[in-house]
């Protein structure tokens, strides 16, 4: 355990269909052949970390020109997130009270566009950016190819970061933080986990299961956003595996509009 805090800020929402967040989240009948489809709100969050090895973000959420042309125009009709211009992350940091240079080290939990978009900010800056390395590999080769249709903006991460890459599955780079490598929705996928005094474990899932939904009742994501389902079920299983044994007091999901509006802010 160390003395460490963590606050779950907002960086907007998006506007999708339930079902790449619930797999056959709306299916038709007998009795109901036409039900409604409506569009989901989803949560995009990032993490500040206060930790005695400095400041962590967890996240960079969307570029603030997401629906001004930045993302592709098939991407956006699917995925839309019209707030990203008021989500800069320099303004939403100094709501805060950071600015971008207090930011010491950035975690990516993947490089999906939702969660990517702020490297914007560190490019030429030494702040190290902790990425693993299967998520780096495929990130590229799909925004360089777009062949797995995966939501990849190579704009994103094709700049003058300073990288550190991950390489082991499991690890404790420092006192209290460990980041466990879970394949399922992108092959390098990365969860977050701090052993703080106070609250205790918390386990910042992150897209590893999208909605607390997924998580407790194991129901996968849809297929437009899952790399190998059979790695994502496995994924899940080991972070309730990690949740039973460091009893965790939280596990802090990707995308959950509720459960963010329920922990925004220090997590206590």
């Excluded at 989240?25 to 990032?46: F, K, Q, Y």
């Excluded at 997130?81 to 975690?107: K, N, R, T």
């Excluded at 910042?204 to 190998?228: K, M, R, S, T, V």
């Amino acid at each position: 355990m160390v003395e460490a805090t963590i606050d779950l800020f907002s960086r907007g929402r998006m506007q999708l269909d339930p079902h790449f967040m619930k797999e056959g989240a709306v299916l038709a009948s007998m009795e109901n052949p036409n039900p409604t489809l409506e569009r989901l709100d989803a949560s995009i969050h990032n993490a500040i970390i206060e930790h005695p090895a400095g400041t962590f973000l967890w996240d960079t959420g969307s570029h603030p020109d997401a629906a001004d042309g930045y993302w592709p125009a098939a991407l956006y009709n699917l995925v839309e997130q019209d707030d990203a211009a008021d989500h800069e992350l320099d303004a939403d940091l100094a709501a805060l009270g950071y600015d971008v240079a207090d930011i010491d080290f950035v975690i990516q939990s993947h490089l999906h566009h939702d969660h990517a978009g702020g490297l914007t900010y560190f490019e030429g800056t030494d702040t190290p950016i902790f990425v693993h390395e299967r998520e780096l590999k495929y990130a590229y080769y799909n925004g360089a190819t777009g062949e797995d249709h995966n939501p990849y903006v190579i704009e994103d991460f094709h700049r003058d970061l300073n990288w550190r890459v991950i390489h082991r599955d499991r690890t404790m780079p420092f006192e209290g933080i460990e980041f466990v490598r879970c394949p399922g929705h992108t092959p390098g996928m990365m969860a977050t986990i701090v052993h703080c005094d106070d609250p205790g474990t918390v386990i910042i899932a992150g897209d590893a299961a999208h909605l607390e939904f997924n998580y407790e009742n194991e129901h996968p994501i849809g297929g437009a956003l899952i790399d190998d389902k059979r790695a994502w079920f496995e994924s899940v299983r080991e972070l309730k595996e990690l949740e039973r044994t460091y009893d965790a007091t939280h596990v802090i999901c990707g995308h959950d509009m509720d459960q963010f509006q329920r922990l925004e802010g220090r997590i206590t």
